[in-house]
């Protein structure tokens, strides 16, 4: 996988306290409704490289997609969801998920359809333009099982309705795709038309390059997982965000941190 990468920022930075705060309230939540720390203990790092992803590169278009997302599932432990990829020009991945269709939700805005029955597909939209962009393409699969994943919750997320889609990444990292998120989540372009040249942006997700990194670094905390390959694998931003948050986890948070190592799984049935 290629991706690309940004000056450094000057002098490494972490989200304020407060989205800090938040990303310890959302952790907690989320290890107590998914099997707590014990479940998540296990968890790998996924990282954009052939070991991780040794996909098939004779295929192309749709096939290589599902390609790719079969090893996202698997990766993810959702090896056994009926779940799908669904080719769709879309622009942004935002708008993928907010009201992504599912037998527990309403019907997508605007679709004929009616609600979803049980063992129905669970479709994940993604823009065929992403096949150009490996890291990101892997991201969308990952807030797409995230986003279906957040149903098999025991107790509400603690929000509102519109916060859900910070949940949605958050999960995401949880799933262990934390790089894809971080390295996909701002983009900076140059493009050339004849003698015309310009420059633009893309931002992809709810939560910011610097919050996912922060997220990154508390998951790979909680794991133990080793800095050096995922350092090898974030471009420039994200590793500083990474490497800045890293050291605030140790410094400001090792309490925090041990909290969530205590979180236990809730009696009433198995993690999935």
């Not at 992504?100 to 359809?113: D, E, F, L, N, Q």
Request: with cysteine; charged share 20%; net charge negative.
């Amino acid at each position: 996988m290629v991706f690309g990468e940004r000056c450094a920022q000057t002098s490494p930075v972490v989200p304020e306290e407060g989205t800090i705060d938040w990303v310890f309230e959302a952790a907690r939540w989320w290890l107590s409704n998914f099997g707590g720390f014990a479940e998540f203990a296990t968890t790998p790092i996924v990282l954009p490289t052939k070991e991780d992803f040794p996909v098939d590169t004779s295929l192309c278009g749709h096939a290589l997609t599902e390609d790719y997302f079969g090893y996202a599932k698997e990766h993810a432990r959702l090896g056994d969801w009926p779940l799908v990829m669904v080719s769709e020009a879309v622009p942004n991945v935002a708008e993928i998920l907010h009201g992504m269709p599912h037998g527990m939700t309403a019907p997508v805005s605007g679709s004929t359809a009616g609600p979803m029955q049980d063992g129905d597909p669970l479709a994940i939209p993604y823009d065929p333009s992403l096949l150009d962009d490996p890291v990101a393409l892997v991201a969308t699969m990952a807030r797409g099982m995230s986003h279906y994943h957040l149903y098999g919750a025991t107790t509400e997320f603690p929000g509102e309705a519109e916060d859900r889609e910070y949940f949605v990444d958050l999960g995401a990292v949880f799933l262990g795709f934390g790089v894809f998120l971080a390295n996909s989540a701002f983009r900076f372009q140059q493009t050339e038309s004849g003698m015309m040249v310009g420059w633009g942006c893309t931002r992809r997700g709810a939560l910011s390059e610097l919050d996912v990194s922060y997220v990154l670094a508390l998951a790979c905390a909680l794991t133990g997982a080793p800095d050096k390959p995922i350092l090898r694998s974030l471009s420039a931003n994200p590793k500083s965000f990474f490497k800045a948050a890293r050291k605030h986890l140790r410094k400001k948070r090792r309490d925090d941190v041990e909290r969530l190592r205590s979180v236990e799984a809730p009696n009433d049935g198995p993690y999935r």
